[in-house]
């Protein structure tokens, strides 16, 4: 009996031991699904890449660099063409543009071209919900195939006059919104410096609905694509005043080269019409005097510190909402702008402070605080977006994507990128950019070459140094074959 005994006893503890096992088994938690990553794509109007994460200390930008430090920072970022519609549209398709497609500030996306499909578009047939606020693409209703729920901008709902309001004048003095001689925010003076809060200017009410659209999507069971555009610091350089008061006036710098450079041709220069259009810039000078030199880059400085707090309190919302960690962050000026510099106050020319831009880049999936030097083109951030987010890319795209760079940043997906303006064809390779002027016959009636080594800020062209002839005929002719195959 006792060995019976003894046998079950056996049992029991071999089918305890075996319960305990499968038990055990199921109560351990199930291996969770990734959730597909968020995007938020942060646009900027009229952004050159002066910040202190690009190694310029001139400009109070706290809250982008923070975003830096945990991203990659393309320092030598280019726009296809440099002006807010045409280099959006060309952007936002992946495609370049050409001298009848993509070609001044008015320009739409064409959305009935065969096979285009826009960026968030992609991102709204393969499951995203798009959705955006503020100015992505140039027009407030361009794209409206792209969008789950519509473009919502601060001067909605989008009647013609309502439009005209993002020049955003604040300050009492400045009757330029509200009186018959400049009606619905015409163009009056160049700057201001308004004593009101940030929720007072077009660019502090885009924030106020991007956090009421955050709150909204992050209660959303599937992943979403959010557009944040802000105006500034496009012209009207207008700012509260607290954004101002961050930099001394005496301490603002004029540009080095407050000139032409040596050589250049008479095609590179033009009188810059859209800051003459200011109601206290004069017409009839050539050049814009001192005081107005450093007041105007004091305003650029202001705007854009107001820009980055918008940024920042944007960022902080995604963290207290708990969708930081799983959200692409991209964040892109639009294009470039000349401060003064060649003599130049505006994006639309060939000359590298117009075309090349800000760009950054963060990934929750790999590691930040990467600077490279790695040529980017605009054309490469919707291929970027489509393998980060594990989306099969377009047929249409031309451009690379920029995640080997991400992952490694001394990695290189491009040995030269390509802009245009007007009549200008321009090319930049890791070391020289050469530009190319057309006349109406379409011959080659001018050129340009800079050495960006010897000489970054293209004071000099050496188009006709002896010495450059071969590096000048390879690159025309790289850039030739472009043209020729762009698509």
């Given at each position: 009996m006792k060995l019976i005994s003894n046998h079950i006893a056996l049992i029991k503890n071999v089918l305890l031991v075996v319960w305990l096992f499968f038990f055990s088994m199921g109560c351990q938690e199930k291996p969770t699904i990734k959730q597909p990553p968020n995007v938020l794509f942060i646009s900027i109007d009229d952004l050159r890449p002066e910040l202190n994460c690009y190694v310029k200390s001139q400009i109070i930008s706290p809250n982008i660099d923070r975003l830096a430090n945990e991203a990659t920072v393309f320092k030598r970022a280019y726009c296809n063409v440099p002006v807010c519609g045409a280099s959006r549209a060309s952007l936002l398709t992946g495609t370049y543009p050409t001298p009848t497609r993509y070609t001044d500030y008015k320009t739409r996306v064409d959305m009935e071209?065969?096979?285009?499909?826009?960026?968030?578009?992609?991102?709204?047939?393969?499951?995203?919900?798009?959705?955006?606020?503020?100015?992505?693409?140039?027009?407030?209703?361009?794209?409206?195939?792209s969008w789950s729920k519509p473009n919502y901008r601060p001067d909605y709902p989008r009647t013609n006059a309502q439009q005209e309001l993002w020049r955003d004048y604040q300050s009492p003095e400045n009757f330029w919104t509200r009186e018959s001689e400049l009606p619905l925010g015409g163009a009056?003076?160049?700057?201001?410096?308004?004593?009101?809060?940030?929720?007072?200017?077009?660019?502090?009410?885009?924030?106020?609905?991007?956090?009421?659209?955050?709150?909204?999507?992050?209660?959303?069971?599937?992943?979403?694509?959010?557009?944040?555009?802000?105006?500034?610091?496009?012209?009207?350089?207008?700012?509260?005043?607290?954004?101002?008061?961050?930099?001394?006036?005496?301490?603002i710098e004029l540009p080095e080269n407050y000139f032409m450079p040596k050589n250049a041709p008479k095609d590179a220069w033009f009188n810059?019409?859209?800051?003459?259009?200011?109601?206290?810039?004069?017409?009839?000078?050539?050049?814009?005097?001192?005081?107005?030199?450093?007041?105007?880059?004091?305003?650029?400085?202001?705007?854009v510190s107001f820009i980055d707090a918008q940024i920042g309190q944007v960022i902080q919302k995604l963290k207290d909402l708990?969708?930081?960690?799983?959200?692409?962050?991209?964040?892109?000026?639009?294009?470039?702008?000349?401060?003064?510099?060649?003599?130049?106050?505006?994006?639309?020319?060939?000359?590298?402070?117009?075309?090349?831009?800000?760009?950054?880049?963060?990934?929750?999936?790999?590691?930040?605080?990467?600077?490279?030097?790695?040529?980017?083109?605009?054309?490469?951030?919707?291929?970027?977006?489509?393998?980060?987010?594990?989306?099969?890319?377009?047929?249409?795209?031309?451009?690379?994507?920029?995640?080997?760079?991400?992952?490694?940043?001394?990695?290189?997906?491009?040995?030269?990128?390509?802009?245009?303006?007007?009549?200008?064809?321009?090319?930049?390779d890791d070391r020289f950019a050469y530009t190319q002027y057309y006349g109406k016959a379409g011959n080659v009636k001018s050129y340009m070459l800079y050495d960006h080594e010897k000489?970054?800020?293209?004071?000099?062209?050496?188009?006709?140094?002896?010495?450059?002839?071969?590096?000048?005929?390879?690159?025309k002719s790289k850039l030739e074959e472009h043209i020729k195959n762009r698509k």
């Open positions: 071209a065969a096979g285009i499909v826009t960026l968030p578009e992609h991102f709204k047939n393969n499951g995203y919900y798009t959705t955006a606020v503020g100015k992505i693409f140039h027009h407030p209703d361009d794209g409206k195939r009056g003076p160049a700057w201001e410096a308004g004593e009101v809060p940030d929720s007072a200017y077009y660019d502090g009410k885009t924030t106020k609905i991007a956090f009421k659209e955050l709150e909204r999507l992050a209660k959303l069971e599937q992943p979403f694509f959010f557009g944040l555009g802000y105006i500034r610091p496009h012209l009207p350089f207008n700012a509260p005043k607290k954004y101002w008061d961050l930099y001394k006036p005496e301490e810059f019409p859209e800051l003459r259009s200011y109601a206290n810039i004069a017409n009839d000078t050539l050049l814009i005097p001192e005081d107005q030199v450093r007041t105007l880059r004091h305003g650029y400085y202001a705007c708990g969708i930081y960690e799983n959200t692409i962050i991209v964040l892109w000026g639009d294009h470039g702008w000349n401060l003064g510099e060649h003599t130049l106050w505006t994006k639309m020319s060939c000359f590298n402070n117009a075309i090349q831009s800000a760009l950054i880049i963060k990934s929750p999936d790999l590691k930040g605080g990467n600077q490279t030097t790695s040529l980017a083109s605009f054309v490469d951030i919707y291929p970027t977006l489509s393998e980060l987010a594990g989306l099969e890319k377009p047929n249409h795209l031309v451009g690379n994507s920029l995640v080997p760079i991400l992952k490694d940043p001394s990695s290189e997906v491009n040995s030269q990128v390509f802009a245009r303006w007007k009549n200008g064809e321009a090319i930049k000489d970054p800020d293209e004071n000099v062209n050496v188009a006709d140094m002896p010495e450059y002839q071969d590096e000048m005929a390879s690159l």
